[in-house]
């Protein structure tokens, strides 16, 4: 029933047009309005969709990733453009000064920065 489905992933912002501002020029998406919300184009996949709320509430939980093939560039990159870096000393979670995270498991480096509606996102380095 599903297998041959086109499906995207969706979330909510408080703000469509900071929204459209960061991910389209900070983060250089191509990004198409329209009247219910944004299409986010990335490479690779089907796209994402973003609409506002009246009463959005940011999740806790990453909700886009970006394979990247050099964490360090990414990271310049960023700060670059303007974007923080997240900065975590947690017991099971500890970034560099950077805000990189290397370990096991998972990815080879990460860094999680955040969007104007608090999502969390991140770049991510493979092995």
């Known amino acids: 029933m599903f297998k041959d489905t086109k499906a995207f992933s969706s979330f909510s912002v408080d703000d469509l047009g900071k929204a459209k501002e960061f991910y389209g020029e900070t983060l250089g998406l191509d990004v198409v309005e329209s009247p219910e919300g944004l299409e986010l184009h990335i490479a690779g996949s089907t796209p994402l969709f973003?609409?506002?709320?009246?009463?959005?509430?940011?999740?806790?939980?990453?909700?886009?990733?970006?394979?990247?093939?050099?964490?360090?560039?990414?990271?310049?990159?960023?700060?670059?453009?303007?974007?923080?870096i997240e900065q975590y000393d947690l017991p099971d979670l500890k970034t560099d000064e950077r805000g990189i995270f290397r370990g096991d498991p998972g990815p080879t480096a990460i860094a999680w920065f955040k969007d104007p509606a608090d999502h969390v996102l991140s770049v991510l380095q493979g092995e």
Do not use: C, M, Q
């Open 50 to 84: 973003i609409y506002p709320s009246d009463n959005y509430t940011p999740p806790k939980h990453t909700v886009l990733n970006f394979p990247v093939d050099d964490i360090e560039a990414a990271v310049d990159e960023l700060v670059a453009r303007g974007v923080r």
